[in-house]
Each structure stands twice: as structure tokens, then as C-alpha cells.
T-cell receptor
């Protein structure tokens, strides 16, 4: 089983719909992140959480919200999806005491039509 | 304002030759640098890192060089293999304080030609 699991792997949704992307981890890491990847723009940070009670906005948080339900679970919501949110979304985890190396999930490819 | 810059979107290298991927940063608070490798349909995976107290770190075919005065780092792959074809992301951190998440560059797509 993967250390960081993202569901769904692929999703097509309509403009205006609410959608949730889920992330769970078995690494026991305290920190979790959501990034999106767009061609030519690299990995951009949406939200991050350093522990269960901590939620922080990243570079591009507008139009997104998150929930850290437990140390192992971090979900990303698009309240009202729009076409320019079409992207590849990655969840990542890290353990601050071990060098800040991130472990990424396999990604969710989201298409908003 | 980009804090981590990878100015070459793509690089093509012959198998067996050296691949050199470059990365520049602007934030003087960064003191820990990482390279990630990404294949299509997979998440990025950690490749190699270097702390600012070093100027070189080597792991097999992969070596990262850090020039703090120039705020520049590079990843050398010797010899390059077709399986190295992937997108490489440079990332920077203020570890050990770790108060901010990793900042990633836009990536360089490496193609190793057999």
C-alpha cells in the first residue's frame, strides 16, 4: 500500500460543483500539504498544516478550503469549481524532525468542464 | 516573485554523457536544498539534498553542488541513463527552523537519448 494515498485518481466535474479531494497517509508524519501542478508553472502550494490544529494558506489558496480531520487525513475542497482549477493536485507529507523531505501521493487529475 | 528559479524548461542529453540541471534562489534564509524527480502519472520523489554547511553531496550517479555566494545549485547526473528522463524540481527550505514549506522551482524536463 502507498504511504500517501490520494482519492480519486482522476475526476471530471462541472463548473460550479463542489468537489473534495482526499489524502491519507501511513507514514506518521505531522505535516501535510496540498500542491497543484500546471504545465510550465511547477508545483504551487495551496494549503498546508503543521499539525491537526494548524491550517495555513499557501501561495494560491483562493477558491480552495481544507480540513485536517486527523493527523493522517487532509482533504482539499473546491467549493465551486471553475475551469482554471483544472490541474494535477498532489498531497505531500513531511516529518519536521527528519529533514523536511516530502513524500508525495500519486496525484489527482482534476478536469473542470 | 519567484524565490527558486529553474531557467531551463528542458534539457536533452545523450546516454552516457553528463546531465547538468541548474537552480538559482533569491532568499538568503534558505539553507537546505532538495531535488525531486517526477515521472508522468506519478508524484515527485525525493532524489538528493544538501545543507548550506556543505558545498557538495554525492549519492551514486547523482551529485548536487551548492554555491552559496552565487545562490546557485546544480544537479549532476553521470552517466545519464534513459531511465533518468523525467521532470526534475529544485526545492529550498529554511530547515532546521522549518517554519515555511518547501518552495519549488518550475522544473526542468530531462530527456536522455539512447
Amino acid at each position: 500500500d502507498a504511504d500517501v494515498t490520494q482519492t480519486p485518481r482522476n475526476r471530471i466535474t462541472k463548473t460550479g460543483k463542489r468537489i473534495m479531494l482526499e489524502c491519507s497517509q501511513t507514514k506518521g508524519h505531522d505535516r501535510m500539504y496540498w500542491y497543484r501542478q500546471d504545465p510550465g508553472l511547477g508545483l504551487r502550494l495551496i494549503y498546508y498544516s503543521f499539525d491537526v490544529k494548524d491550517i495555513n494558506k499557501g501561495e494560491i489558496s483562493d477558491g480552495y478550503s481544507v480540513s485536517r480531520q486527523a493527523q493522517a487525513k487532509f482533504s482539499l475542497s473546491l467549493e465551486s469549481a471553475i475551469p482554471n482549477q483544472t490541474a494535477l493536485y498532489f498531497c505531500a507529507t513531511s516529518d519536521h524532525s527528519r529533514g523536511n523531505d516530502y513524500t508525495f501521493g500519486s496525484g489527482t487529475r482534476l478536469t473542470v468542464v | 516573485d519567484q524565490q527558486v528559479k529553474q531557467n531551463s524548461p528542458s534539457l536533452s542529453v545523450q546516454e552516457g554523457r553528463i546531465s547538468i540541471l541548474n537552480c538559482d534562489y533569491t532568499n538568503s534564509m534558505f539553507d537546505y536544498f532538495l531535488w525531486y524527480k517526477k515521472y508522468p502519472a506519478e508524484g515527485p520523489t525525493f532524489l538528493i539534498s544538501i545543507s548550506s554547511i556543505k558545498d557538495k553531496n554525492e549519492d551514486g550517479r547523482f551529485t548536487v553542488f551548492l554555491n552559496k555566494s552565487a545562490k546557485h545549485l546544480s544537479l549532476h547526473i553521470v552517466p545519464s541513463q534513459p531511465g533518468d528522463s523525467a521532470v526534475y524540481f529544485c526545492a529550498a527550505s529554511d530547515y532546521p527552523s522549518g517554519n515555511t514549506p518547501l518552495v519549488f522551482g518550475k522544473g526542468t524536463r530531462l530527456s536522455v537519448i539512447a
